[in-house]
């Protein structure tokens, strides 16, 4: 049996975390995040608990708080803990579906800010395509969907002014 004020703490923590997030209170959800992940690291050992699962959600919210703060090496650590549970084990049709699009989302930014573009923008098309393929509701979906186009217009026009003058592609200049 789970040790219920254990789960309960850790749940309610996750939620509050969630809830900061989307007022925007983007520290508050970062230190509700690492709470909730305190709480669940005391239940007693051999308790049945998907503790992989739940710090994926716990690194979720983390990710996009850290985004939403500019700590954008912060949030690319907490992405990649996050993403090494959801590229394994996410459904995109659960309701887990939604932080497994936020984080894919957060890292995009945070890659795009870093200056790592062509990961920036591998990682934005793949949050539109999660979104797009996603059945059930997504609070704040269009408004994703937007800045995904805005930050990929920008990365195609940085791409093409870094290019040099009178430059041609392989198969232009073979044609």
Same mark, same amino acid.
């Given at each position: @049996?789970?040790? =219920?004020?254990? *789960?309960?703490?850790?749940?309610?923590?996750?939620?509050?975390?969630?809830? !900061?997030?989307?007022?925007? /209170?983007?520290?508050?959800?970062?230190?509700?995040?690492?709470?909730?992940?305190?709480?669940?690291?005391?239940?007693?050992?051999?308790?049945?608990?998907? $503790?992989?699962?739940?710090?994926?959600?716990?690194?979720?919210?983390?990710?996009?708080? %850290?985004?939403?703060?500019?700590?954008?090496?912060?949030?690319?650590? /907490?992405?990649?803990?996050?993403? $090494?549970?959801?590229?394994?084990?996410?459904?995109?049709?659960?309701?887990?579906?939604?932080?497994?699009?936020? *984080? *894919?989302?957060? %890292?995009?930014?945070?890659? $795009?800010?870093?200056? *790592?573009?062509?990961?920036?923008?591998?990682?934005?098309?793949?949050?539109?395509? @999660?979104?797009?393929?996603?059945?059930?509701? =997504?609070?704040?979906?269009?408004?994703?969907?937007?800045?995904?186009?805005? %930050?990929?217009?920008?990365? =195609?026009?940085?791409?093409?002014?870094?290019?040099?003058?009178?430059? !041609?592609?392989?198969?232009?200049?073979?044609?």
């Amino acid at each position: @049996m789970k040790p =219920l004020k254990e *789960v309960a703490m850790s749940y309610m923590a996750l939620s509050e975390a969630q809830k !900061k997030l989307e007022e925007g /209170a983007y520290g508050e959800a970062a230190a509700e995040s690492s709470k909730a992940m305190d709480f669940s690291k005391t239940m007693p050992p051999g308790e049945t608990f998907d $503790h992989d699962g739940f710090d994926a959600l716990c690194y979720a919210v983390l990710a996009s708080a %850290r985004a939403g703060l500019g700590e954008y090496d912060a949030c690319l650590e /907490a992405a990649g803990r996050a993403l $090494h549970y959801f590229n394994r084990r996410g459904e995109l049709q659960q309701d887990e579906g939604k932080q497994w699009i936020a *984080v *894919v989302f957060s %890292r995009g930014v945070a890659f $795009h800010e870093t200056g *790592v573009y062509d990961e920036a923008l591998k990682n934005l098309n793949m949050a539109g395509e @999660m979104i797009t393929e996603r059945k059930g509701e =997504l609070p704040g979906k269009e408004t994703m969907l937007k800045e995904i186009e805005r %930050r990929k217009t920008m990365l =195609l026009e940085e791409e093409k002014s870094q290019r040099k003058p009178g430059y !041609k592609a392989w198969w232009e200049f073979w044609s």
